[in-house]
């Protein structure tokens, strides 16, 4: 059972989620080769060979509902900035996993990620009607663990030697969840934070004079 429907695509004010398509193997794979990306997931996006594999794996799981990719616009310049996807999908549970979401480094930080989330969980509570979207990490990247609490995931424990990483070391996994009736809250404080963010703000004088907004 396909529970996302295809073609689905999500915009906002940053960002664009159209469904991954082989059109954009080219270019997400150029990002991919930037090895601090995948310093802390469990697969070596950087070896070329093995994230095509990757990429070309999950489109063909959306054809069985297992999952549904999505490849990453920037709105202001049309480039293709990162890849994210939906899986661990339980449509008879109404659950489902955001995951495997990695950006060009250039944009950590810039709201993309944040924007990302809000289409994403806007999409699988009112439309999927989910009822528990969930989200984990890496013990150790504690980037990663700072923005899902930042779009206001619950933190449900440490799952010890979930999975073995490209290198062959253990990764312990920690857990997040959201449910469905904390979404409207988590929604309006989400909207909040992106409309702060892109609200202008005075310039600030900086050590030496420099000024910046």
Known sequence: MNWIPHPTIL??????????????????VQIGKQEKIWELMSINGADSAY????LKSAILKRGTGEQYPFTVIDKATNKLIGSTLCHNIFPEH????IGWTWYDPAYWRTGHNRECKLLLLTHC?????????????DENNHRSRTAIL?????????LRKE?????GTFRNTAMYSILDD???AIKMTLHASLNAATS???PVERAGGEVNN
């Open 150 to 158: 930042g779009i206001g995931a619950a933190f449900e424990g440490i």
């Open 94 to 97: 109404r659950k489902l996993e």
């Open 11 to 28: 915009e906002g004010q940053k960002v664009k989620l159209v469904p991954l398509d082989s059109a954009h193997y080219d270019e997400l």
């Open 125 to 137: 509570f009112e439309t999927l009607k989910a009822v528990r979207v969930q989200l984990q990490t």
């Open 51 to 54: 994230l095509l594999q990757h």
């Open 163 to 167: 999975r073995i990483r490209a290198n």
């Open 182 to 184: 904390e979404w409207p």
């Open 200 to 202: 202008p703000s005075p």
